[in-house]
């Protein structure tokens, strides 16, 4: 792919997630994604409410009264905070580090543990629990320091503020890793493909990854879009894991769908390069070559 061909990807990347809708409360298309169709606020007394699953992930959107709690497969799980939520955040080394127990405690980019109850169709938290320095992270990206992002909010505020200003990145490497028909696993070759990206990024002085995933033609809009998205969260995932590449150094992860094809869907191979996740190293034109 041409420079030319990465900026203006990247930038309709951008211009996408600034589109994003907020979370509602309506029902959404089944497959990959927990909603709810209660409305109101949730109860403040959730005694006597069956149990619902246990959620572990990573708080990709906040609403209101409500939250999406993203899982390593990609899974998303729309929450809602009640006043009677019981938030709990573990301390730090000989319980030197104050936690906050209020709703604000639950940002964007925290991972959290989440007891439910089920309330209609839908979740409502009963305990959420967080650890302190996850927090640390979470609040970097949230209050604009360390990298200087924006505040995230269910609509990805942070590049909702950026995407106008893309022009002001130098994309300094783009790295295409392949998918099999219909999956989301990585492969022995990709996995070390992210990590040499990885690698090579960490080496740049204030570089930021941008990570998108796509699909080829086959399938239904909304199947293409779930599975695009679970693609990505799969890459990010190993990259903070395995690779170690630090979370708040990440632009949030976006899924394309079928959109900016690499090749025709005319034939077998055009597909198989279509079926893939792009991680765009990053550097501000500010700071590149400082």
Not at 182 to 199: I, R, V
Request: positive net charge; glycine residues 8%.
């Amino acid at each position: 792919m041409s420079e030319r061909s990465r900026r203006l990807t990247t930038r309709g990347c951008l211009a996408m997630l600034a589109l994003a809708p907020a979370l509602t409360a309506q029902a959404q298309p089944a497959g990959g994604e927990v909603m709810t169709t209660v409305y109101g606020p949730p109860p403040s007394d959730l005694s006597g409410m069956p149990d619902g699953p246990e959620v572990d992930g990573i708080i990709s959107a906040r609403n209101a009264d409500k939250m999406k709690v993203t899982a390593e497969d990609g899974t998303g799980t729309v929450i809602f905070i009640s006043d009677a939520t019981e938030i709990k955040g573990s301390k730090g080394l000989f319980g030197s580090s104050k936690t906050d127990t209020s709703k604000a405690a639950l940002i964007n980019g925290l991972p959290v543990t989440v007891k439910t109850a089920r309330w209609g169709n839908g979740l409502v938290a009963t305990q959420v629990r967080y650890k302190a320095k996850d927090q640390k992270i979470a609040k970097m990206i949230h209050n604009g320091t360390a990298q200087g992002f924006a505040e995230q909010t269910a609509a990805t505020e942070a590049l909702r503020s950026r995407m106008g200003d893309i022009d002001k990145y130098n994309i300094k490497a783009t790295t295409n890793v392949y998918f099999g028909v219909g999956k989301s696993a990585l492969s022995p070759q990709a996995k070390g493909e992210l990590c040499a990206t990885a690698s090579q990024a960490n080496a740049m002085d204030n570089a930021l990854l941008l990570v998108v995933g796509y699909t080829d033609s086959t399938g239904s809009a909304d199947a293409n879009q779930r599975l695009s998205e679970q693609r990505a969260a799969r890459v990010v995932n190993y990259l903070q894991q395995v690779c170690h590449w630090a979370s708040y150094r990440m632009l949030r992860p976006t899924g394309m769908a079928e959109a900016d094809p690499q090749a025709s869907n005319s034939t077998s191979y055009g597909k198989s390069q279509n079926r893939r996740v792009s991680v765009n190293v990053l550097v501000s034109k500010a700071v590149d070559g400082m």
